[in-house]
């Protein structure tokens, strides 16, 4: 009944409505037929009412319109309609309720009909009893009066007898005879008695009569009622159909509101292209008024000159006779001099507007002519004519050759010859490459060129939870980008899905718009829709997911450190396959990357490689072994996992409790290839030491596990190009470093006395990985060296930073737990150093900020307890800034000891220390000091050395491309043998 009630609330716009409603409540049992006839014409009134609405010109026009789709719909046409909708859903509601009350009448009826039956029943059983009785009495009183007569007869007897002297037998027998008739007198007494209770009885029957007359009356009316009954009955089926034909119209307008809303839309993308368009056309519009403006200023100085010539003229006639005029001559002859340089420069103006647009026509030919060469050149795909017949012979037999050994199946061998016979550039290529290759590369080469005959790439898909610089927690997001970059220069096809979180860096989209279409998911027992968006991150096609989940899960504020991690990312892994699957898409590898998307290795085996998306091969890499996201076993179910198959020691089931899942474990056991993110650290992962529970699962798979080393995103991190610097550089140009230096020391508000005051910089995550305590030493040890410090940390979990912004706090996104380590020794160094002029602690996340401090930072220092692979030194020497490094992980694969004489000279490159403690970072701080103070020739070549070094993704992503195209190829051939 709630929506009743608010239906009311609803109604109090509608005044003819809302009277309807209060009639029907108000009405009480004794003129229930009043208010159902009522109730009745009321509905009809008020379908009547829609009638009318819906016949409104304006609506019509709207509707009408509306499904030819030809014409815009204005805005009051549009609140036409869903007022109309409106009024529709109200007036439905009102039938509702009618029908409710005319029911509730009905029922009220029928028990009223049954107590009167009852007590018609019980009256018509004291009828018969009356009857009964009456009967009885009725006989007793002919009885009595029989009596009476036998009396009476006797008595008159006795008379005649007395008077004619009877004998005394006689007389006896008359006694006795007398006693009995006395005896027949007193109970003539009882007769009188019966008589009168017989009267009595006749007046109760008499009003039982009475009362079977009144009952009789209220039967004919309970029958009235049944009629009054059979006529709401018809009522109630008239406002049944009434109902109806609203619903239908309610579903009507409901599919022209939905086509609205699309046309809204359509409307909408018009409408910015039209905006688009207006903007050309004013600017357009504005330069040929300037040119109009010109030509006119032009015109008028020639009319000023032709003017000015005629009195010149005239004046001449009067040259001779007159100084004056002589004068006004001269006067004009300047003027006219003026002119006519304004007229020369406007003549100019106008040449110069001229040819620059002759020029820009020029240029805009140009790229037209280079588009068409260019796509001539694509589409003529051309023969390479000089290789001899020989070489395409050769060719064709190695294919027969394959087919025979069933190394490739007929329909790729019937491809591959057409190519062949095409003498295409492709097939050519992929020939002299494989020249020194064994035969199964060579196969999977050719296998390549048959997949996708027009691009001999790979199509991968990454699914992932960050990527820079759009959602960006820590490396993760920079690998994401870094990677997809780099494999899309060479030359395949990268798309990257993520989930479309409320706090992601909008601005970095481009074109980001939704699409027509929702995907729906499965999660804990429902289907959700998903609406997914597209627009492209640096050059790189992305989906964004957005559930429509009653949790919204990606509106939290925040990327990670909520209770429900675990629902949100399954949920994600789940949707983004869905979406693969529901776009038809054929994917050769979908890589997935830490827990966050490890559930798309057991997803895609158990539950989409058998729907049908069984193109790709799964690669999931690990950044961080830390982090492994372990839940409790029900928990998977979920997102559709089966949980006793899955909580098995050999699949999914957490190596240290047995009761709980683990995504990573899941991921290595299901993936096809396995990655880290250095050779060293998936060294150290397979320790008992390192691997955090993980080890033995490691060892295990470990033919499909390797290290690859991070690269860098080179065209981000260029100190040349960098637009947050305030001095762009190159290794060849070292002052604009130290510009920057100077530029930052004011920005922060250090002391700038000292250029040779060497500045030592540190970005980190405040995480117990990154060594907190080493970097509290180094701050000390920094300031007795005298040096000054700069620290960029952030929280991994956003509110802890802004609760305790002036804290050093740091915390363990693990799992959602959050550890607070520290914090009061911390928060005392922040107190303390705050005003300091040597030392400066900034703690957030500060992308911006983070550029401007590895370019003005002489020295950089990650002393890292373990670091899967660390970018921050890659980066750090990308801009000339010396690293001061932990042997460990990705540091210990990187940064190698200027020291060090294991190494050749040209790679060393930084400091390291091995124990992570305080002698370890003296130890390296006094060697970077030394020989920053003491020899800044050899300094100066360090940093220039460092900033030459190729971190990018290049040579990381040529590794990835084979691991990748190994795995499909053993696919294939796996598939041909099949
Ligand atoms: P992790 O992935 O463990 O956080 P990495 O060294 O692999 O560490 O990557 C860190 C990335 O995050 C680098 O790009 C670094 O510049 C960036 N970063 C870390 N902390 C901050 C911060 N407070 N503000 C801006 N960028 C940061």
């Known amino acids: ?43 009809e009134h008020t379908d009547e009412q829609i009638m009318d609405s819906l016949t409104l010109p304006a609506v019509t026009k709207a509707l009408a319109i509306n499904r030819d789709g030809g014409e815009q719909l204005s805005g009051v046409q549009l609140e036409d309609l869903i007022g109309m909708i409106k009024n529709a859903e109200r007036n439905i509601l009102l039938l509702n309720q009618a029908r409710v009350h005319a029911l509730e009448d009905l029922h009220k009826i029928l028990s009223e009909k049954e107590t009167l039956q009852g007590e018609i029943n019980i009256l018509e059983m004291r009828l018969t009893e009356a009857d009964a009785q009456i009967k009885v009495a009725c006989q007793e009183k002919i009885h009595v009066e029989l009596l009476e007569d036998q009396l009476e007869k006797l008595r008159n007897e006795l008379i005649h007898r007395g008077g004619s002297g009877k004998s005394e037998l006689e007389l006896s027998q008359n006694q006795n005879k007398i006693s009995n008739e006395e005896v027949l007198l007193a109970r003539d007494g009882r007769v009188h008695s019966l008589s009168k209770e017989v009267d009595s009885l006749k007046t109760e029957n008499l009003a039982l009569k009475n009362d079977i007359q009144a009952l009789k009356s209220m039967l004919s009316n309970v029958k009235n009622t049944d009629e009054r009954m059979i006529t709401l009955e018809n009522e109630r089926s008239f406002l049944q159909s009434s109902l109806k034909e609203l619903e239908s119209k309610l579903s009507v307008s409901q599919e022209d509101s939905s086509n609205i809303s699309t046309l809204k839309v359509e409307c909408k993308d018009l409408w910015a292209k039209v905006e688009n368009l207006q903007l050309l056309l004013d600017k357009a519009t504005k330069q040929a008024d300037q040119a109009i403006l010109v030509l006119q200023q032009n015109q008028d100085l020639r009319k000023k000159v032709d003017k000015l010539e005629e009195s010149l003229e005239e004046a001449n006639v009067f040259k001779v006779s007159s100084e004056k005029m002589q004068q006004y001559n001269e006067l004009m002859q300047q003027k006219m001099k003026l002119l006519e340089e304004r007229l020369q420069k406007s003549d100019q103006e106008i040449h110069s507007y001229v040819q620059l647009y002759q020029e820009s026509v020029k240029e805009f030919q140009d790229t037209l002519d280079s588009l068409i060469e260019e796509s001539k050149k694509r589409a003529s795909n051309e023969p390479v004519d000089d290789m001899p017949w020989e070489f395409w012979s050769r060719l064709l037999l190695t294919i027969d050759g394959w087919v025979l050994e069933k190394k490739i199946s007929n329909t790729d061998a019937k491809l591959l010859r057409e190519l062949v016979w095409k003498r295409d550039q492709h097939i050519c290529d992929a020939y002299l490459a494989c020249k020194e290759k064994n035969e199964s590369e060579a196969v999977s080469t050719f296998l390549r060129l048959t997949s996708s005959p027009a691009s001999p790439g790979l199509y991968v898909v990454h699914i992932a939870a960050e990527m820079a610089p759009v959602a960006k927690v820590g490396g993760l997001g920079d ?78 504020g925040q990327y990670y450190g909520e209770h429900d991690d675990f629902k949100r990312f399954s949920f994600f892994s789940r949707a983004a396959l869905e979406l693969l699957l529901q776009a038809g898409k054929k994917p050769d590898i979908i890589h997935c990357h830490d827990w966050q998307t490890a559930f798309v290795a057991p997803l895609y085996w158990d539950l989409y490689a058998p729907k ?137 508000g250090l002391l700038s006395a000292d250029d040779q005051q060497p500045l030592v910089g540190c970005i980190t995550r405040l995480v117990p990985q990154k060594g907190v305590h080493l970097i509290r030493h180094a701050i000390y040890r920094t300031l007795e060296m005298g040096g000054q410090f700069v620290l960029l940390g952030s929280s991994p979990v956003a509110h802890i ?47 911006s900020l983070s550029h401007y401090i590895y370019a003005a930072s002489d020295m950089f220092i990650i002393p890292s307890i373990f670091e899967p692979c660390g970018l921050t030194q890659m980066i750090a020497m990308r801009y000339g800034s010396v690293p001061i490094a932990r042997k460990t992980g990705g540091l210990n694969d990187s940064v190698f000891d200027v020291d060090d004489d294991t190494i050749p000279h040209q790679f060393r490159n930084g400091f390291t220390f091995t124990t992570p403690d305080e002698q370890g970072v003296n130890g390296a701080f006094e060697r970077a000091f030394n020989l920053y103070k003491n020899n800044q020739k050899s300094w100066q070549q360090l940093v220039r050395n460092d900033m030459n070094i190729d971190f990018s993704w290049d040579s990381s992503a040529s590794q990835y491309e084979e691991l990748y195209a190994k795995s499909v190829a053993r696919a294939r051939a796996a598939a041909i043998h099949t």
């Open 1 to 43: 009944m709630e929506h009743i009630g608010n239906h009311e609330t609803t109604c109090k716009d509608d005044a003819d409505t809302r009277v309807d409603v209060k009639h029907i409540d108000e009405e009480n049992l004794g003129t229930l037929s009043v208010s159902a006839i009522d109730t009745n014409r009321d509905m």
């Open 479 to 556: 690998v994401v980008t870094g990677l997809s970059k780099a494999l899309q220069k060479k030359g395949h096809l990268v798309e990257i899905i993520l989930p479309k979180y409320d706090c992601m860096q909008y601005n970095r989209v481009r074109d980001l718009r939704a699409l027509d279409v929702t995907v729906e998911s499965y999660f804990d027992g429902k289907l959700f829709q998903n609406k997914v968006w597209v627009g492209t991150v640096e050059g790189l096609p992305v989906y964004f997911i957005e559930p429509h989940h009653p949790n919204k899960f990606f509106w939290r």
């Open 612 to 748: 049908g998306l069984n193109s790709a091969r799964i690669c999931f890499t690990c950044h961080n072994f830390e982090y492994q996201g372990t839940a409790s076993a029900t928990e998977l179910a979920s997102c559709g996992l089966d949980v006793p198959q899955l909580n098995r020691p050999d699949r999914m089931q957490d190596n240290s409790a047995h009761d709980r899942v683990n995504p990573v474990k899941g991921a290595i056991v299901f993936s096809n290839i396995v990655t880290t993110v250095s050779p060293t650290y998936a060294q150290e992962v397979r320790t008992a030491e390192g691997g955090r529970g993980l080890h033995s699962t490691l060892n295990f798979h470990s033919k499909k596990f390797m290290g690859i080393l991070n690269g860098i995103d080179t065209d981000a991190w260029n100190p040349t190009t960098d637009i947050f610097l305030k001095v762009q550089y190159s290794a060849n140009e070292l002052q604009g470093k130290a510009e920057n230096k100077a530029a930052m020391r004011r920005h922060l």
């Open 801 to 847: 930073q802004v609760n305790l912004y002036c804290c050093f706090v740091y915390a363990k996104a693990n799992d959602g737990k959050e550890d607070l380590i520290n914090k009061r020794e911390f928060e005392g160094i922040a107190n303390q150093f705050q005003n300091h002029e040597h030392i400066r602690l900034i703690l957030k996340y500060d992308e």
